[in-house]
């Protein structure tokens, strides 16, 4: 009876629990149909909810990005860049006033024809050298030629009957008027005789001073006329440099200067002194001239272009820096120079320039190790290289 008992009693308790089972199922289904609709039911965020978050998840990935950058430049935080320096060492800087000029001959000059004819005979050509009142191109005089002839004839007769006049009046015969009539007709005639030679030399060109013929514009045959073309002679023995020089520099180049002369052409330059300067200046352009006197050369000619140089400022044991080496900010301007292989910005104060340098007033010593190549990419206390140097 016992046995019977405790047999159905673990019939209902396995009848309980079967039954919290199958209740437990149903409410885990319930449950899950019960999300599920909620799910399906809930409304979206709207675009300025979904907005904020992403700002959310951007900011907090933008922090992330920061600290590790931080952490890795910790590691990484001294550059290793290649450069170039030069050594500052103290010496002469001039700054020079360049002033365009040009070559001119004191001696160039053009002789024309003085009146109008055919031109008979040429007797020079280009590259010549002539003599000053030597002729150049003969003109046609035919015409004052036969007028030359029959006067000097004129002028021999009456010399003729001046001279058998004059021994008469000697010995006391004949009257002075007689005398005197034939001594007034025989210094006319020998007037008229020269007046005629004076008009046939107009029909002659004539070199009016000694050179080399430069230029020649007359043909044989041509009619010539005054001033309509001629003969270019030039003395390239004397010659000399011109240029207008601004008011600007009126107080800078005075006559008796030093000047450097420039002449690119020729790949030559010289220095000279100033040998004229104008005291007055022009009007019009706000300039005065100079003129310097320059050697007998043969690879000088008129009219080259040189450039005059002149030192408008100088000072010794000065220091100087290559315009590459120099870096400007919107505050101030400075350099870098190598310490120990690091970087080091240092600022300056600069003075006049010329020549692709700078003259460095203060902020440098002599000895320092100024960067020039690759200065605009460095920044102060980067580890630098220093594959060139020169002084």
Not at 44 to 63: F, V
Not at 93 to 109: M, P, R, S
Request: overall charge positive; some cysteine; aromatic content about 6%.
């Amino acid at each position: 009876m016992t046995l019977i008992k405790h047999t159905d009693e673990l019939n209902k308790l396995k009848t309980l629990d079967d039954q919290y089972i199958q209740d437990m199922k149903k409410l885990i289904y319930f449950t899950g149909v019960i999300f599920l609709f909620a799910a399906c039911t809930s409304k979206p965020k709207d675009k300025a909810a979904q907005l904020a978050d992403l700002k959310k998840e951007q900011a907090k990935i933008d922090s992330q990005i920061v600290k590790l950058q931080t952490e890795l430049g910790k590691k990484d935080s001294v550059k290793s860049i290649d450069v170039g320096t030069v050594t500052v060492t103290p010496g002469n800087f001039t700054n020079y006033v360049d002033l365009q000029g040009h070559i001119d001959a004191q001696d160039n000059v053009t002789a024309y024809p003085q009146a109008a004819a055919v031109i008979t005979a040429i007797y020079v050509r280009a590259g010549d050298h002539v003599n000053k009142g030597q002729t150049l191109v003969q003109l046609n005089n035919n015409v004052l030629t036969e007028q030359i002839a029959q006067a000097q004839a004129q002028a021999t007769l009456n010399q003729t009957v001046y001279q058998r006049q004059k021994n008469l009046w000697d010995q006391k015969i004949g009257t002075e008027v007689q005398f005197l009539q034939a001594k007034s007709n025989f210094e006319a005639s020998q007037k008229q005789v020269d007046a005629l030679k004076q008009q046939s030399d107009m029909y002659r060109i004539v070199s009016p001073i000694s050179g080399t013929i430069d230029q020649m514009d007359l043909k044989l045959g041509q009619a010539a006329s005054p001033g309509a073309s001629g003969i270019r002679i030039v003395n390239t023995d004397n010659l000399k440099v011109k240029a207008d020089v601004p008011e600007s520099y009126a107080t800078d180049i005075n006559q008796g200067d030093n000047v450097k002369v420039v002449i690119p052409d020729a790949n030559d330059s010289l220095m000279l002194k100033v040998t004229f300067a104008a005291k007055v200046i022009d009007p019009g352009s706000r300039s005065f001239g100079i003129e310097i006197k320059l050697p007998q050369s043969k690879a000088l000619r008129p009219n080259m272009t040189v450039t005059i140089r002149v030192a408008d400022y100088s000072k010794k044991n000065s220091l100087s820096v290559p315009l590459n080496a120099i870096q400007r900010s919107d505050t101030s301007t400075f350099v870098y120079i190598n310490k120990n292989g690091i970087a080091k910005r240092l600022p300056v104060k600069i003075g006049n320039t010329y020549g692709g340098k700078s003259e460095v007033i203060n902020g440098l010593s002599a000895g320092d190790q100024v960067v020039t190549e690759g200065a605009s990419d460095i920044e102060d206390g980067d580890k630098i290289r220093v594959l060139n140097s020169s002084n």
